[in-house]
């Protein structure tokens, strides 16, 4: 007992004294039950060294491992990532958790990232279940929680002899929300997908057997084990919807966790590209292509045949 409360003491200690004031949540710390419940960390910065073993605080990982009992040798990389790294000037990778996402900055810069809310959480926790996690109704418990963390987890890496410093990002460049911009869309796409109980999809009544017909082999028929699977969860349709803020993915007409994107965003991972890619064939091709992303009005919703006795979910795009 008195050696884990001294381990709590040490803990919260480094904590205190980390650099950097706390990530607030976006989520207010009153729940739907009235209860309040917020925790706020300051940035934990973890340095990699030129052999890939990290630092916390100054102190080896390895040694805080034994501080807590812990095997925390999972978290040493391997040398090759440093020296990829080091060589494209990546200085820091910042991961800021507000509860409302998970915003992605490589050296100060916002690349497209992951947004929540409690119902895609919900929805997100529900569809794991295809993929047989364990334990999905102890998730549901703890969305009240994790939606009102916030931390800050920076990793850095060895400069360049005779870089410059790169500063982190500020906390308005950090938190920022996209800004999409305004202006008719580039190119539209919308379709739906229907697929009959073998398993078959059509367009418009038009099917993969069809085309099969016309020689064009498509391998997009379900396997009877996905199908069945849909039908036991009761996933009757799905929906892929792009805009110039992101993309959305909805089961049910409920939705997912969604990527954030805007211009800026898409600008930058096109760069971070090339600069971790410089030998790269496509640079310029990612450089013209992936800013034009955002300007593509995408909206493709998948029907599946209903189980037995399955009430109908009506299934509706979302322009």
């Not at 690349?111 to 959480?121: F, K, Q, R, S, V």
């Not at 969305?143 to 500063?167: C, N, S, W």
Request: glycine residues 6%; aromatic residues 8%; hydrophobic residues 50%.
């Amino acid at each position: 007992m008195r050696k884990s409360l001294w381990v709590l003491f040490v803990i919260v200690s480094l904590l205190v004294a980390a650099c950097g004031p706390a990530t607030v949540p976006a989520t207010p710390p009153e729940t739907e039950t009235g209860e309040v419940f917020q925790i706020a960390l300051p940035r934990v910065i973890i340095d990699f060294d030129a052999e890939g073993v990290p630092s916390v605080w100054g102190m080896k990982v390895a040694d805080v491992g034994r501080l807590l009992n812990m095997d925390l040798s999972m978290l040493r990389i391997d040398k090759f990532y440093v020296d990829w790294m080091t060589a494209a000037n990546v200085q820091h990778i910042d991961l800021r958790y507000t509860g409302a996402g998970v915003a992605l900055l490589v050296n100060g810069k916002m690349l497209p990232h992951l947004a929540m809310t409690d119902e895609a959480l919900s929805s997100a926790i529900d569809f794991a279940k295809l993929f047989n996690v364990q334990g999905t109704d102890l998730l549901k418990k703890l969305i009240p929680i994790v939606r009102r963390l916030g931390l800050d987890i920076t990793v850095r890496f060895p400069k360049q002899a005779g870089a410059a410093e790169i500063p982190f990002a500020s906390d308005e460049v950090a938190l920022a929300t996209a800004q999409p911009e305004e202006g008719p869309a580039a190119a539209i796409a919308r379709f739906e997908i229907k697929y009959d109980a073998n398993g078959v999809p059509a367009i418009l009544g038009i099917s993969a057997q069809d085309l099969l017909a016309l020689g064009i082999n498509l391998p997009v028929a379900l396997h009877p084990t996905t199908l069945a699977t849909l039908q036991y969860y009761n996933i009757q349709h799905m929906e892929l919807r792009g805009k110039p803020d992101g993309l959305y993915v909805y089961v049910n007409g409920s939705p997912l966790p969604n990527i954030v994107w805007d211009n800026d965003m898409l600008i930058n991972a096109a760069d971070i590209y090339a600069q971790t890619n410089p030998a790269s064939p496509y640079i310029e091709l990612a450089k013209t292509l992936v800013p034009t992303v955002d300007n593509i009005d995408l909206d493709i919703l998948v029907h599946f045949p209903l189980a037995a006795g399955a009430t109908p979910i009506p299934a509706q795009m979302h322009y």
